[in-house]
């Protein structure tokens, strides 16, 4: 071999190398979308968990379901105030959920907190909280 073509030759093997090294960067995951809520029975919340996710793609590795209660204020609230400033009343984590789109049964009765408003949220892997359900009323538990 010349010496000009193991010089041609190490250069694209160079060329060929070149580029990021390591592991691949996963995809961003895109937050959940909103789920759907309403009550069934006394303290008894039914939750249709969301199919999609917020850029409109098949939802995958949803890992909980967060409920929020916001106390009564001086308004309804939009289900991103209650996500904001409410606190966290009821969790369900997986193994315990269903698939995308299917319904999940939380029982509220042991919550002993004031009147306000609920609403959920799907959270996927890595704690990315997904878009509220429209809020439903919760009433003291002594009424």
Same mark, same amino acid.
């Given at each position: 071999?010349?010496?000009? @073509?193991?010089?041609?030759?190490?250069?694209?093997? @160079?060329?060929?190398?070149?580029?990021?090294? &390591?592991? #691949?960067?996963?995809?961003?995951?895109?937050?959940?979308?909103?789920?759907?809520?309403?009550?069934?029975?006394?303290?008894?919340?039914?939750?249709?968990?969301?199919?999609?996710?917020?850029?409109?793609?098949?939802?995958?590795?949803?890992?909980?379901? !967060?409920?929020?209660?916001?106390?009564? &204020?001086?308004?309804?609230?939009?289900?991103?105030?209650?996500?904001?400033?409410?606190?966290?009343?009821?969790?369900?984590?997986?193994?315990?959920?269903?698939?995308?789109?299917?319904?999940?049964?939380?029982?509220?009765?042991?919550?002993?907190?004031? @009147?306000?408003?609920?609403?959920?949220?799907?959270? !996927?892997?890595?704690?990315?909280?997904?878009?509220? @359900?429209?809020?439903?009323?919760?009433?003291? #538990?002594?009424?």
């Amino acid at each position: 071999m010349t010496p000009r @073509s193991i010089i041609c030759t190490l250069l694209v093997l @160079s060329l060929a190398a070149c580029g990021r090294k &390591g592991d #691949p960067i996963p995809r961003t995951r895109a937050a959940p979308g909103p789920c759907v809520i309403r009550w069934t029975a006394h303290r008894m919340l039914e939750v249709r968990l969301p199919r999609l996710d917020a850029r409109g793609g098949d939802l995958v590795g949803v890992e909980k379901v !967060r409920v929020f209660l916001l106390p009564l &204020g001086p308004g309804r609230p939009t289900g991103q105030d209650v996500l904001a400033r409410g606190e966290v009343v009821l969790e369900r984590s997986r193994p315990d959920l269903p698939g995308p789109g299917e319904v999940v049964m939380l029982d509220m009765r042991q919550i002993g907190k004031p @009147s306000g408003w609920v609403a959920a949220a799907a959270v !996927r892997v890595g704690n990315v909280v997904g878009a509220p @359900s429209e809020p439903v009323a919760w009433l003291d #538990p002594a009424i």
